[in-house]
């Protein structure tokens, strides 16, 4: 199978990050040398994808320490544990701005703290502090990668039991937004559950939505099933109800940004239309995301906060130019609406009902709502 994309590259305590604004037509890594660096690249949607930037914050986090280790006089921070303490905790609630609503950011940040807390309770040796914490940063986004492969499993093979019975072919799945290596440090959520039906011979078609208007399905998803030579369809987001009628598709695996305690989801927009329309034509549909992304603090998808983007990002579209008088590729970015609308709803999000779904995925396990219930016990797989 071809190598999947890199949304994260590291070198000693160089970070550079794929510029996702610019693909699928233009693949650009882009250095990334402080935490406001990261904060914006995290903003803007350099980066995306709730483990990806978690990953990206934390490690942003373990190289800024890195780099205060080796001044020489140290900053005056590390004269004690309340010092550092009053440093670290603003840079941390920093970035934990950058994207409210993917719970995996909050949890990166607040497991920074506690590990903070924790290392002040026993020792006054700052530097060692500091040391630990850098390990922690790190660690956060070595630890992406294993368990979405282990979710991938779950998830792929609770899928093939479930609908191979009654259909002894090869799945079609249909997944919205980008869930694969991009959105993580490797391999993917929902997307990861898709690679790996691929991998075991279990899988016919990948069918996938443009999920406008920043098109993270015809852009960045497009762009991981070719790189992966993974069999796929493309469709708009207004196709999904006319693909259920005429198409053979057996699960609908989407990722989340934060899972309520009841197991109500916010994922990418356009996530809801898909599980209704997946009710109504009794389509399995499958939520796949790490224990990070489930916040036990949030009864339910009520208190979810949901993110504002810019309108100006809901009319315009960035491409290629085609054709190019000098033959290289150049990208345009164009306004495809009236200048003069007088509103514009661009939320980034939507909360999907317990209710309606059918399975939620982590890298412990599936859980599955118990006869009757209209919502998830989630504490065997959290």
Known sequence: MAAALISIRTEGDKIEIVNQLLLPHITEYIPIDSVEEAHDAIKTMKIRGAPAIASLASLSFSQCFTRALRQNPLPDYFASPEALKAHVQPILDYLYTARPTAVNLGNATRRLTKKLEDLSAVTQDTRAIVKDLIVEGKLIADEDVGRNKAMAKWGGDWLINRVQPSSPKTLNVLTVCNTGSLATSGYGTALG??????????????????????????????????????????????????????????????????????????????????AVLAARHNIPFIVV????????????????????????????????????ENGKVEQAQVMITPTDLEGIYNPSFDVTPADLITAIVTEKGVAVKKEGEKTFDLTPIV
Not at 234 to 240: H, L, P
Not at 289 to 297: E, G, K
């Open 289 to 324: 995301a790490p224990i990070s992304t489930v916040d036990l603090d949030t009864e339910s998808g009520a208190q979810i906060p949901i993110e504002q983007r810019p309108p100006l990002e809901a009319c315009l579209v960035r491409g290629v130019v085609y054709p190019s």
């Open 193 to 274: 559950l898709i690679t790996y039906l691929h991998e075991v011979g279990q899988l016919d078609k990948a069918y996938f939505t443009q999920t406008t208007p920043y098109h993270q399905g015809s852009r960045l998803t497009a762009l991981e099933l070719k790189t992966l030579q993974i069999p796929n369809v493309m469709i708009c987001d207004t196709m999904v109800g006319s693909l259920f009628q005429h198409y053979p598709i057996h699960a609908v695996a989407v990722g989340a940004d934060r899972i309520a305690k009841n197991g109500d989801t916010a994922n990418k927009i356009g996530t809801y239309n898909a």
